[in-house]
């Protein structure tokens, strides 16, 4: 059985692969030449520090890391699909678009669940101060 120290790594090395490879899609096609350039690479990578959140909020539940890691996976991988997509298969004049939609569904559906986490880490605090005092 694996243990809590793995899903950690694991949660890591899909979060930093994440961060690399859908950045390295959207450099391939857009070449930031000033300081606002910026937003959108942290745009793209907004998503994956959500995820990064997520882990932080679950890092006691092994069962919550596999699904975070199993959302990362999910994510890394119809991502860059969708990106690949895109940019070589189906080049199009609107493509560049897909670097703000993939990234606000994506970080949508992520704050939705540390929204989850977070009351759930809440009523479970909650109940244990519940037992304690009684």
């Known amino acids: 059985m694996p243990s809590k120290f793995a899903s950690l790594r694991v949660a890591a090395a899909l979060i930093i692969a994440g961060i690399a490879l859908h950045i390295s899609f959207l450099l391939y ?3 930031p030449t000033s300081l ?24 006691a539940k092994i ?10 996976a999910t994510f890394l991988i119809v991502g860059c699909w969708v990106y690949y997509y895109t940019i070589f298969l ?5 493509g560049g678009l897909i670097f703000m939609v993939v990234p606000a569904i ?16 809440i009523q ?3 109940s244990l101060s519940q037992h304690r005092d009684a």
């Open 36 to 59: 606002s350039g910026l937003f959108f690479p942290l745009f793209v990578a907004m998503p994956w520090l959500l995820l990064f959140g997520c882990v932080r909020l679950a890092a």
């Open 124 to 126: 479970t605090n909650a």
């Open 106 to 121: 994506a970080s949508a559906l992520f704050m939705l669940f540390i929204l989850v986490l977070a009351i759930t880490r």
């Open 29 to 31: 096609v857009f070449h």
């Open 90 to 94: 189906h080049p199009d004049a609107q």
């Open 63 to 72: 069962a919550t890391l596999r699904l975070i890691n199993l959302a990362a």
